[in-house]
């Protein structure tokens, strides 16, 4: 079974930037894609990004060239930078990761959520 734990929220005030951070941990045969996605009150919760085992990248419009994804295979880390914060970013953030748990079973696996706060 395989945890992730994130990491970097907090109170930011508009124009500035944090860096999240979500750590798997545990048994898989593989972990393929890591994405992050966001729920602010009130709403759904959104994709934000998402980054495959082979680093192809995808953004939703809203954040798309203020905030960039990347992972660290080797530590089964992704990262999510985010720049030009807006106060319609608040939101808590929740990492995702698609888990192979065999070759060909596969469970998606959710964080706990760190609370991204944007003041105006």
């Known amino acids: 079974q395989v945890s992730l734990v994130e990491s970097g929220g907090g109170l930011v005030q508009a124009g500035g930037s944090l860096r999240l951070s979500c750590a798997a941990s545990?048994?898989?045969?593989?972990?393929?894609?890591m994405a992050w996605y966001r729920q602010a009150p009130g709403k759904q919760r959104e994709l934000v990004a998402s980054?495959?085992?082979?680093?192809?990248?995808n953004y939703s419009d809203s954040v798309k060239g203020r905030f960039t994804i990347s992972r660290d295979n080797a530590k089964n880390t992704v990262y999510l930078q985010m720049n030009s914060l807006k106060p319609e970013d608040t939101a808590v953030y929740y990492c995702?990761?698609?888990?192979?748990?065999?070759?060909?079973?596969?469970?998606?696996?959710w964080g706990q959520g760190t609370l991204v706060t944007v003041s105006s």
């Open positions: 995702n990761a698609l888990v192979f748990t065999t070759a060909v079973s596969i469970l998606p696996a």
């Open positions: 545990g048994s898989a045969f593989r972990i393929d894609t």
């Open positions: 980054i495959t085992s082979g680093s192809i990248m």
